[in-house]
T-cell receptor, first 113, second 111 residues
């Protein structure tokens, strides 16, 4: 069975500092991994995805994520946080041989000025 | 504009009432999904469809039914609403490059 874990309910970071939002996954076979962001009262917006290839994936708004197969992780990172990055972030995984995209419980990122 | 459109955006139901949520996409995607979002639980898959005329169960299908009579539309039905179905419902479709596009959501309250 597929599963995703986001171990932190909330991450607090000062503006200008680097941020990391953690994600680990469990799937059989090769994973397809995604990060989405949700602003208040809005739908989910795509940030980035890993399907195959380079383990470091760059996405929208300066975010990036590193696929680590041995640690089954796909942490979201940004070198310098902005107050406007404050939102709810979701990690999601899909096994290559299924049609279902499974989400983590979400991590609320709070960036303080 | 291309995308996923959900109607209605808000709805209040009484326990036992029925309703249908409509999801429409104009991107010619084969795959469509219905999720519910609840605090602390993330998004959970209710039902999904891999093409016109097909449906399949997700993680939390009980109390819901779906239909995909046309490729562009994916309907989610509640036959007898319960307070436990109070949630925000999101529809999504998937393109061939594994990108998922989400609608803006339907906020449903069952009293």
């Amino acid at each position: 069975a597929q599963s995703v874990a986001q171990p932190e309910d909330q991450v607090n970071v000062a503006e200008g500092n680097p941020l990391t939002v953690k994600c680990t996954y469990s799937v059989s076979g090769n994973p397809y991994l995604f990060w989405y962001v949700q602003y208040p009262n809005r739908g989910l917006q795509f940030l980035l995805k890993y399907i195959t290839g380079d383990n470091l994936v760059k996405g929208s708004y300066g975010f990036e994520a590193e696929f680590n197969k041995s640690q089954t992780s796909f942490h979201l990172k940004k070198p310098s946080a902005l107050v406007s990055d404050s939102a709810l972030y979701f990690c999601a995984v899909r096994s290559y041989n299924t049609d279902k995209l499974i989400f983590g419980t979400g991590t609320r990122l709070q960036v303080f000025p | 504009n291309a995308g996923v459109t959900q109607t209605p955006k808000f709805r209040v139901l009484k326990t036992g009432q029925s309703m249908t949520l409509l999801c429409a996409q104009d991107m010619n995607h084969e795959y469509m999904y219905w999720y519910r979002q609840d605090p602390g639980m993330g998004l959970r898959l209710i039902h999904y469809s891999v093409g016109e005329g097909t449906t399949a169960k997700g993680e939390v299908p009980d109390g819901y039914n779906v239909s995909r009579l046309k490729k562009q539309n994916f309907l989610l039905g509640l036959e007898s609403a319960a307070p436990s179905q109070t949630s925000v419902y999101f529809c999504a479709s998937k393109d061939p490059n594994y990108g998922y596009t989400f609608g803006s959501g339907t906020r449903l309250t069952v009293v």
